[in-house]
């Protein structure tokens, strides 16, 4: 196990590396000077031009990348030029608001998803099945956008007992547990929508995979030696079923981190979303490239984490 890590890890590296590069080139070829929006008109041209000379932003691309890679291995991601801060302070001051975000919501999505998964494989073919499957489709076929104003117009103007947008009421200087209380109530509909969203698909894949796991012979021998059809599904279904569970559930992982974009701008929820929707906003080059890359980092971390539980649950996808 320890060697096929590491083969991942290797792997990882070099996959890493060829992102960064994409990430760059992709960022750094678009048209334009970021920069000069945060100049006077009155500057100088020849003061305009010395700085961008000293800044290095004549350099061909490769110099260019080069210098940004060598600061990056040090968790240096340059400054940020909208906010004047350097770009790894920022992500670090928003990043724990996405993951209360993202932790919740994947939680409660893949063990709702799950056990609603084996109930409708369970009851196959019956009207709980056709409920639940109508309901996994509408959650997968619906924008997270569309499903988060249709939240927000019931609970937070029709019926005015949810908040609508941030994470903590600016009207008053909360603290301890009240401000807890106030941030989960904030909390709320921003992860109902990631949970109904993200729900749908772990509810799809359970039941298929319950549903070709229920009429194996090992469940039936189970049965047949005295163990009650709840504990065999639980013993050994449930265990066999875990191998397309994980890799939703690792699928999710990046989805919901990357793709809370949305979510988090709808709901101006302070996040890694909402700041890589301000930081497109105002060409923030040096902030846009570093949230690219630590979204890139939690991609090839969830899928080396799920070859390990791959492992764990499964011997034989080691040696394969």
Known sequence: ???YIVKRLIISLFVLFGISILIFALVNLQPGNPYLHMLSPNTPPELIEAKLRS???YDNFFIKYIKWMKRALVFDLGYSIKFSRPVIEIISSRIGNTILLMGLSLILSSVLG???????????NTAVDDIITVVSFVGVSIPAFFFSLVLIKIFSYDLSILP???M???????SGIEKILDMLLHLILPSAVLIMVHMASFIRYTRSAMIEILDKDYIKSAMAKGMSFRKAILKH??????IPIITVFFIQVPTLFSGALMTETVFVWPGIG??????????DYPLIMGILMITAVVILISNILADVFYILVDKRVELE
């Open 1 to 3: 196990m320890k060697n």
């Open 55 to 57: 800044i290095g932003y």
């Open 114 to 124: 799950v056990a609603i998964g084996m109930i409708s494989s369970l009851k196959r």
């Open 164 to 166: 609508s947008s941030g």
């Open 168 to 174: 903590y009421n600016v009207r008053y200087n909360y």
């Open 237 to 242: 279904g449930l265990k066999n079923a875990l």
């Open 274 to 283: 909402r700041l890589g929707y301000e930081a497109v906003q105002n060409r």
